[in-house]
Each structure stands twice: as structure tokens, then as C-alpha cells.
Nanobody, 129 residues
Framework: QVQLVESGGGLVQTGGSLRLSCAASGSFFSSYGMGWFRQAPGKEREFVAGISRSGGGTNYADSVQGRFSISRDNPKATVYLQMNSLEPEDTAVYYC??????????????????????WGQGTQVTVSS
């Protein structure tokens, strides 16, 4: 199992930047693909970005492509989400998630959004207009 704790959320103006962090504890962080999701008030949770076990593979939702960047530091057991050019529509609670990836998938496999089964408690991001 893996436990996840997000940090770095806050209030920022339109066009600003934030970096979210997600610290993982438990066993074998490098065995997990990692992802970020978000949920705005009155909306369903949506996928934002994912990264493979090695960090060699990433994917993004169309709405954040080119503005957000996901990365990971396996020795520190931490995954990051760098968010630039923030817009009011990015306002949401952001959740870190983990998906165990079997070795035969290789280090570049990015989990499908439905595969994530460990979740953090979330961190609020508010973008003011």
C-alpha cells in the first residue's frame, strides 16, 4: 500500500503559477504510476496528468496540455504538478493518486485514469480573475 499527502495549493491570480507536491509513504514508490486529478464544485472528478513509474512517460488532459507539467523524484518518493498560466477554470480540489504497475508493463507505461486506486486527501487551488 501507499499513503499520499498533497501540499502546495493556495490562492493565485489568473496567469500565475503554483507547484503541487505529493509525498508518498509506504513500500516501493517506484512501482507505482502516479497521477493528478481535480474536482471542481458541482462537477465530477477529472483526470489532469499521469506519469509512469520511471518518469519516462507522461500524459495530460487536453485542457492543461502545454500549461501543466507532471514530474517525479523516486528517491524522494514525491510527485509534482507544475501549473502555469492558471485560469479561473482550473479552480478545484486537486488529488494525487497512485496505481500499482506490474513490471512487465515497463517503466514508460502511464496508467489509464480508471486504474488509480490510492488517493490523497486533496489540496485546494483557487484562481482568481
Amino acid at each position: 500500500q501507499v499513503q499520499l499527502v498533497e501540499s502546495g495549493g493556495g490562492l493565485v491570480q489568473t496567469g500565475g503559477s503554483l507547484r503541487l507536491s505529493c509525498a508518498a509513504s509506504g513500500s516501493f514508490f517506484s512501482s507505482y504510476g502516479m497521477g493528478w486529478f481535480r474536482q471542481a464544485p458541482g462537477k465530477e472528478r477529472e483526470f489532469v496528468a499521469g506519469i509512469s513509474r520511471s518518469g519516462g512517460g507522461t500524459n495530460y488532459a487536453d485542457s492543461v496540455q502545454g500549461r501543466f507539467s507532471i514530474s517525479r523524484d523516486n528517491p524522494k518518493a514525491t510527485v509534482y504538478l507544475q501549473m502555469n498560466s492558471l485560469e479561473p477554470e482550473d479552480t478545484a480540489v486537486y488529488y494525487c493518486a497512485a496505481a500499482f504497475v506490474r513490471a512487465y508493463f515497463g517503466g514508460s507505461y502511464v496508467p489509464h485514469p480508471a486504474e488509480y486506486d490510492y488517493w490523497g486527501q486533496g489540496t485546494q487551488v483557487t484562481v482568481s480573475s
